[in-house]
């Protein structure tokens, strides 16, 4: 299996994207790359703790810092498709179970070459059993004591069992390249579009142009990275010219300022997963009858405009939509009241109590939660919001209560399956678990053929669609805020290669 001409098309695309993508503002500015001038990029922070190791990123902020100072043996396109970085091709053997990767002639920031040693010394480093690195299940299936090296430039990973889709884990979040023996990430060296300027913990990053870099200088000529945990610290710092990036906007703060002159909003759409999870493996909703009554009486329509204020798209129960290998041929969901009445009444569920867990741990959780219980009601069901420690969410929710408010961000509709669907997942918060569905699975990541991957895939999503647990309500849009001068921004959602990406955006 070789990187196909579609994801070298795909790459080439992402190389122009800073040319080709849509202005971010009006008036004079300019249209056509021009170089010089720092860019300030303001996001939520971490506070004094924290650390510019790539391997420890979780925050959005550190993610886009990260892939400022390195680079990944791959990335997710814009529709979630793996595209290549310091990979420049990868290769399998007819079993699946070697992968070849040849990659590119690339420099860290001190000169040395990117070299295969490198590679197998992050993958190690991040494998760790005494670290709890962040891409570490997604290296799992890596035999790392038996995987070498073949020269400087060609890395032989060997895989626990065959696996088609091992693109994905080159892509995975967290999984950068850094040099043989690197541990100290005060000063870090990386091979990615900047360079380390200083470093205030829970305060600012100054990053540097590195004219070498092997997918083109950057246009400006620094980055600074600025903290502002309150969004209207961060609006506030565009308007007043202090910033020309503000990270992550409320629907309503974007709909304030979006006929304004002062500031830009950046729709970064599919951006992200908006549901309700319903456990299928105890009462209520292991009755299949109930869980298709839920998806017939939720309003969806009403949600996106609720709860996203309009910034965001109609969901289908389904996760990854426009995503590689989404069935985008299942008909749309609509609500249907009387049917949802009838499956009620024949579950023997009419009145029935159910608690909907929620809570702050995400914007709109609450309010989404609200608007649901209102939408059960119309259909005989008393579903009652209770507010959990936000804290502790997503711990609580995992194996307690039987439905949920849930979101995700992007990633492959494979690594969606694997880490969430599969009887063995650690983070099922559904409790599909099916013996069958996981064969299906097992086939798909063993064949060869993307055509047959794609069917298999397509087989499973319509199973999830007709009996899974996951209420798949919208995907909500991402909102930024830019200043008219700030050029370039691409439409690519959160987790992927061209959001928060700052190698391909100048200054009008």
Not at 57 to 83: C, H, P, Q, W
Not at 113 to 140: E, G, M, Q
Not at 338 to 366: P, V, Y
Request: hydrophobic share 40%.
């Amino acid at each position: 299996m070789r990187l196909d001409r579609r994801a070298f098309l795909s790459a080439t695309a992402l190389a122009l994207a800073g040319c080709a993508a849509q202005p971010t503002g009006g008036g004079t500015t300019s249209t056509r790359p021009v170089r010089g001038g720092r860019l300030r990029a303001v996001f939520a922070g971490g506070g004094a703790q924290e650390s510019l190791d790539p391997h420890l990123a979780n925050l959005f902020l550190e993610a886009s810092r990260s892939k400022a100072m390195f680079d990944k043996l791959a990335d997710y396109g814009t529709d979630v498709a793996i595209v290549p970085r310091l990979a420049s091709k990868w290769e399998s053997d007819a079993k699946l179970t070697t992968w070849r990767i040849t990659l590119r002639e690339a420099t860290f920031h001190d000169g040395r070459p990117v070299r295969a040693a490198d590679v197998l010394h992050s993958y190690a480093r991040i494998a760790d059993d005494k670290r709890t690195f962040r891409a570490k299940a997604n290296l799992a299936l890596i035999d790392l004591k038996n995987s070498r090296a073949v020269g400087d430039r060609t890395v032989e990973f060997r895989l626990e069992r065959p696996y088609a889709e091992f693109p994905n884990v080159l892509a995975a979040f967290g999984a950068y390249i850094v040099p043989e023996g690197a541990e100290d990430f005060s000063r870090p060296v990386g091979s990615g579009p900047f360079t380390f300027g200083s470093f205030q913990p829970g305060r600012s990053l100054l990053l540097k142009r590195n004219p070498d870099y092997w997918d083109g200088a950057p246009y400006v000529d620094e980055l600074e990275y600025l903290i502002a945990n309150e969004e209207s610290a961060r609006v506030n710092a565009v308007l007043g010219g202090q910033a020309e990036y503000a990270h992550d906007l409320t629907p309503a703060t974007a709909r304030t300022h979006e006929r304004g002159g002062a500031m830009s909003i950046v729709r970064l759409n599919n951006s992200g997963m908006q549901a309700f999870a319903m456990k299928v493996d105890r009462p209520p909703f292991d009755d299949p009858q109930l869980r298709q009554a839920m998806f017939l009486l939720a309003d969806r329509s009403q949600l996106i405009d609720s709860v996203l204020s309009g910034a965001g798209q109609v969901g289908n129960d389904l996760f990854g939509k426009d995503y590689l290998y989404y069935a985008g041929d299942i008909p749309q969901r609509v609500p249907d009241l009387e049917k949802a009445r009838w499956l009620i009444d024949k579950a023997g569920a009419k009145g029935m109590k159910i608690q909907l867990d929620t809570s702050a741990a995400a914007s709109g959780f609450l309010e989404a939660a609200s608007v649901f219980a209102d939408q059960a009601r119309q259909a005989g069901l008393e579903v009652t919001a209770k507010v959990g420690n936000k804290d502790t969410y997503w711990a609580d929710v995992l194996n307690q209560g039987t439905i949920c408010c849930y979101r995700s961000g992007a990633m492959p509709i494979e690594t969606h399956i694997s880490q969430r669907l599969l009887t063995g997942s650690t983070t099922n918060a559904t409790k599909w678990a099916r013996p069958e569905f996981d064969a299906l699975y097992d086939q798909a990541i063993a064949s060869p053929d993307e055509a047959k991957r794609r069917e298999l895939y397509t087989e499973m999503q319509r199973t999830l669609h007709a009996e899974g647990g996951f209420l798949i309500w919208g995907f909500a849009d991402w909102l930024l805020g830019a200043s008219p001068r700030l050029r370039g921004v691409a439409n690519a959602p959160a987790n992927t290669l061209d959001w928060a990406r700052f190698d391909k955006v100048w200054l009008g």
